[in-house]
């Protein structure tokens, strides 16, 4: 189990409680909380060692070691933040060193581009994505994965209008495929899943992500990318 959290009740494949060892004074991971499955990343978070905090207002953003975006509809989401002035917020916080976890519609909003359409993007992954690649809502399906970074154990994935990876640049590190497609990833400080590790109790990737917050935060907060952008 990693070093940087220690169990606080029986746990079994990422489930249980678990504290985060962390010398940080305050470690708060916010979740953008626009539409979609944001209070289930939040629940995820907390029971994995850190604090959460929901995230509408660009001050909201102030003082977070990392940022979630959750599952939802990716062109509302993209409007959205673009609307409550988030995108570019967020982009320059990145930019600077914050990690950001994207699942589904936040892998998608991570993105570098769009197979088809247009929406908004925050470019922050050499990534080309496929929107609802796997069909629409009625096609949504479960999946054992092998995610070899977390272990033996297959995560199971749950796939709601999900995206797939179309091309992904060299220093992109894929995490898992399904059907020869990738489904997660990371790049730098940048982790995207397709699917919806919130939903499964399964805390290894929220674990995964918390342990890359640490890491970049030791090498010094992005506060001053914020505090650049003003009001």
């Known amino acids: 189990m990693p070093a940087l959290f220690r169990e606080t009740q029986n746990a079994k494949l990422g489930t249980g409680n678990w504290k985060l060892e962390t010398e940080q004074p305050s470690f708060t991971i916010g979740v953008i909380a626009l539409q979609g499955a944001f209070r289930e990343h939040c629940r995820a978070l907390e029971s994995a060692g850190a604090c959460a905090r929901e995230v509408r207002r660009r001050r909201e953003l102030e003082g977070l070691a990392g940022l979630v975006i959750p599952g939802g509809e990716s062109t509302t989401i993209g409007k959205l933040m673009v609307s409550y002035r988030l995108l570019e917020s967020v982009r320059a916080l990145a930019g600077a060193g914050m990690p950001v976890f994207g699942t589904c519609a936040g892998l998608v909003m991570l993105a570098s581009g769009v197979v088809e359409g247009d929406q908004p993007l925050l470019n922050l992954m050499d990534i080309e994505v496929r929107r609802n690649a796997f069909g629409r809502q009625v ?74 917050a640490v890491s970049a935060r030791r090498e010094g907060p992005p506060a001053a990318a914020l505090r650049s952008l003003g009001n």
């Open 139 to 212: 096609k949504s399906f479960e999946a054992d994965l092998d995610v070899p970074l977390l272990g033996e154990e297959p995560f199971h994935g749950i796939f709601i209008r999900a995206p797939w990876i179309e091309r992904a640049g060299q220093d992109v590190e894929v995490l898992a495929r399904y059907d020869a497609h990738p489904v997660a990833a990371r790049q730098g400080g940048m982790l995207v899943t397709a699917f919806h590790p919130e939903l499964t109790g399964d805390l290894r990737l929220h674990r995964l992500f918390l342990e890359m």
